[in-house]
């Protein structure tokens, strides 16, 4: 397996002079877009993974760091859900062209929705990996919505860094006004959601309602018995890795 050269990402400026990185990978088919989680970035091992996997099938891929988060500028306490989609569909429309297949990880999963919500002819394939549609709902108790609205903010340890997990008003109210589970989801493309049953921050059944919700014929979940939130073990990234060679296979064929 190749290695990818650790090499500064690229920097692309948002209207308001904030740069984003970005990594891009050229290749053929449709662009594989991986979208990182909450407080994630786009060095995780799944992506870096996933890349890897692209330049060895010369397949189009591009990573990148929403506002505020990884080698990207700006604050993590300004961005938004609404914000952070805006940063995919900016470099989605400077970056890229033809279709996409979308690729995302937990909070990811719930932008690629979004993205494919507002690019129905340009996304051709989805794939969520613990994917966390509505966490602002039903995520938060209604002692964390009455701290929120009364400081503004939550900071809680996290399991996954030394950074303290924080959640601030403006993002939660930016994710409210984006639920998706609460009726039907006009997303036609092909579907897959992976998602771990042993999952302690997105339960499992989150995947089975959104699965259910998508308008889509061609949806698939895949549930992993043993598998936790992050899905990062090395059978878990060679069941993504097969699930997203199958899907791009898939539409390169239709």
């Not at 088919?29 to 870096?48: C, H, N, Q, R, W």
């Not at 569909?89 to 690729?103: F, K, N, T």
Request: overall charge negative; glycine content about 10%; aromatic content about 8%.
């Amino acid at each position: 397996m190749n290695d990818i050269p650790a090499t500064p990402p690229a920097l692309f400026a948002r209207p308001d002079g904030l740069r984003l990185a970005y990594r891009r990978q050229v290749g053929s088919g449709p662009t594989i877009v991986f979208l990182p989680g909450y407080m994630s970035d786009m060095e995780g091992g799944k992506a870096v993974a996933l890349e890897r996997w692209a330049v060895e099938q010369g397949r189009a891929m591009l990573r990148m760091d929403y506002a505020g988060c990884g080698a990207s500028e700006g604050r993590f306490a300004d961005g938004t859900l609404a914000s952070w989609r805006d940063d995919v569909l900016l470099l989605l429309d400077a970056l890229v062209e033809g279709p996409v297949v979308l690729v995302g990880s937990s909070m990811g999963g719930w932008l690629a929705l979004l993205v494919a919500l507002a690019l129905p002819d340009r996304v051709v394939g989805l794939v969520g990996i613990a994917a966390a549609p509505d966490f602002t709902e039903w995520g938060f108790t209604d002692a964390d919505k009455a701290l929120l609205a009364t400081e503004g903010r939550i900071e809680e340890p996290s399991p996954y860094g030394e950074d303290p997990y924080v959640t601030t008003l403006t993002f939660w109210q930016s994710g409210q006004a984006l639920r998706l589970l609460e009726g039907a989801i006009a997303i036609d493309c092909p579907v897959r959601l992976l998602h771990g049953q042993q999952d302690r921050d997105v339960p499992w059944y989150v995947a089975v309602k959104t699965a259910g919700l998508v308008r889509s014929s061609d949806v698939q979940t895949l549930l992993i018995k043993d598998g936790d939130h992050r899905l990062s073990r090395d059978g878990d990234i060679a069941l993504l890795i097969r699930t997203v060679a199958d899907l791009a296979q898939k539409v390169d064929i239709l």
